[in-house]
């Protein structure tokens, strides 16, 4: 009889240690989720690489200087076969999971409903506020429906803003807006 109390009481514990330790595991993976940035992603295009930055700061900084401190570089892994590096803040650098820009380009990490992504390739920056057109860019090197605006960028670069088929027919008035905000421009 002691025997059996014994094994249930072991039994009991164990399943509770278990049931606590899945729950902190929850809750840690839920503090993650939450703390990462997944409502902006950004493309540059350089010296034949794809460059992919989630933090907007970094991104500017490598617009200015061409280079970042810390990167993670995957060879032969872009949609077209480039290398792709990924531009990490100091506090990734150690990461091996958990980077936003690795986990939203492998759709690990869902994209939040306020997307804004930038994508420089040959002299423009492509302005993209849906997921969809972000990768179908990246698959294709373009989208079917857009706004060019010449000489509209911070360096007089052409600006071209993704559109989607029910949004076609208007002037994305308020991309616009964020692009000029996120530029520093009127």
């Known amino acids: 009889m002691k025997k059996l109390l014994v094994a249930l009481l072991a039994s009991g514990l164990m399943a509770g240690c278990t049931a606590t ?3 902190a595991v929850d809750t840690k993976a839920q503090e993650v989720v939450q703390t990462l940035n997944n409502d902006d992603l950004y493309v540059v295009y350089h010296d034949g690489r794809m460059n992919v930055f989630y ?15 810390y990167r993670k570089t ?3 892994a ?3 076969g480039e290398t792709v590096v990924h531009g990490l803040t100091k ?28 994508i ?4 423009r920056i492509n ?4 997921w969809g057109n ?6 294709h090197g373009e989208v079917p429906y857009r706004l060019t605006d010449i000489g509209a960028g911070p360096k007089g670069e052409t600006v071209v803003y993704a559109l989607t088929k029910e949004s076609k027919k208007k002037r994305p008035e308020a991309l616009i807006a964020k692009f000029k905000a996120f530029h520093g421009m009127k």
């Open 21 to 23: 330790q899945e729950k």
């Open 55 to 69: 933090d907007a700061d970094l991104y500017k900084e490598f617009m200015q200087i061409g280079e970042t401190s």
């Open 74 to 76: 995957f060879i032969g």
């Open 78 to 80: 872009g949609p077209k």
């Open 91 to 118: 506090a990734d650098k150690k990461k091996l999971v958990g980077i936003p820009s690795i986990e939203m380009m492998e759709e690990r990490m869902p994209v939040a409903e306020n997307f804004y992504g930038e």
């Open 120 to 123: 420089i390739a040959d002299g």
């Open 127 to 130: 302005v993209f506020s849906d």
């Open 134 to 139: 972000f990768k179908a860019f990246m698959a």
